[in-house]
């Protein structure tokens, strides 16, 4: 039999999350409680973020943010 092969459906667990942003699992998981982070599905008992989910909230926040938007324009 072949390899069992499984799809990249650009999944993310929490704890990838918080290293992409530079903050601990349990922020990440505070920001999601809170309803103030990405959104995340519950599967058994974990979470998973798609990952184009949380690049779109990063990019959210930074539109967001009056300070990144005057050093984008600068």
């Known amino acids: 039999m072949g390899t069992l092969t499984t799809p990249d459906l650009g999944?993310?667990?929490t704890k990838e999350v918080a290293a992409l942003i530079r903050?601990?699992?349990h922020a990440v998981r505070q920001?999601?409680?809170r309803g103030i982070g990405p959104r995340g599905t519950r599967v058994g008992r974990d979470v998973l973020y798609p990952r184009a989910g949380v690049l779109a909230w990063l990019a959210g926040l930074e539109q967001?943010?009056?300070l990144a938007q005057?050093?984008?324009a600068a």
Do not use: E, G, I, Q
Request: charged content about 25%; glycine content about 0%; overall charge positive.
């Open 11 to 13: 999944l993310m667990t």
């Open 23 to 25: 903050k601990t699992p």
């Open 70 to 72: 005057r050093s984008a």
């Open 31 to 33: 920001m999601r409680h």
């Open 64 to 66: 967001a943010d009056p």
